[in-house]
T-cell receptor
């Protein structure tokens, strides 16, 4: 089954404790992206990657890191999480082509205390 | 600054009561518009792509339309299973890449009562 998977689905952590949220897709998509979703603000892009070893900042990159060492994986790293990073995070992927739709993962709900 | 606004924020309908959701935008470099559906606890699921003003797309009880300033998602005779959050996203040309950039609205929460 074609899908985007994320782990963990739920995470409660404390301020300053480094964490990684994994994202993997099995559709051989070149493009991958991370979003956060907050009430009243919609989905906002954090980082994206157009291919292996090619990443760039989205609209809200502060406090996050990413890497793209393999085509299928695009982990999101929070080196020193803070409470304002409490949010619902989505990973997405798509094929090359302007009008191809993005496929989204199931989401990771992160709480930083 | 590029802005995408959806209205209403929430909409309650009775089963069979048709209505429309609005997505208005002020952006430069619009290349198209997407509609997604999001169920609680899940990621957004693709519904439609609209490429240019005047275009319409239909799927079951949903019809999406696009003008130069806004898009509508018309829901005809909705059923309780249509209850979800509906997201629109404008597709912008991002630096001439072949991927573009999506800017999302905040969503409309639709509840259809039996």
């Amino acid at each position: 089954e074609a899908q985007v998977t994320q782990n963990p689905r739920y995470l409660i952590t404390v301020t300053g404790k480094k964490l990684t949220v994994t994202c993997s897709q099995n559709m051989n998509h070149e493009y991958m992206s991370w979003y956060r979703q907050d009430p009243g603000l919609g989905l906002r892009q954090i980082y994206y990657s157009m291919n292996v070893e090619v990443t760039d900042k989205g609209d809200v990159p502060e406090g996050y890191k990413v890497s793209r060492k393999e085509k299928r994986n695009f982990p999101l790293i929070l080196e020193s999480p803070s409470p304002n990073q409490t949010s619902l995070y989505f990973c997405a992927s798509k094929r090359e082509g302007l009008y191809n739709e993005q496929f989204f993962g199931p989401g990771t709900r992160l709480t930083v205390l | 600054e590029d802005q995408v606004t959806q209205s209403p924020e929430a909409l309650r309908l009775q089963e069979g009561e048709s209505s429309s959701l609005n997505c208005s935008y002020t952006v430069s470099g619009l290349r198209g518009l997407f509609w997604y559906r999001q169920d609680p606890g899940k990621g957004p699921e693709f519904l439609f792509t609209l490429y240019s003003a005047g275009e319409e797309k239909e799927k079951e009880r949903l019809k999406a339309t696009l003008t130069k300033k806004e898009s509508f998602l018309h829901i005809t005779a909705p059923k309780p299973e249509d209850s979800a959050t509906y997201l629109c996203a404008v597709l912008l040309n991002a630096g001439g890449t072949s991927y573009g950039k999506l800017t999302f609205g905040q969503g409309t929460i639709l509840t259809v009562h039996p």
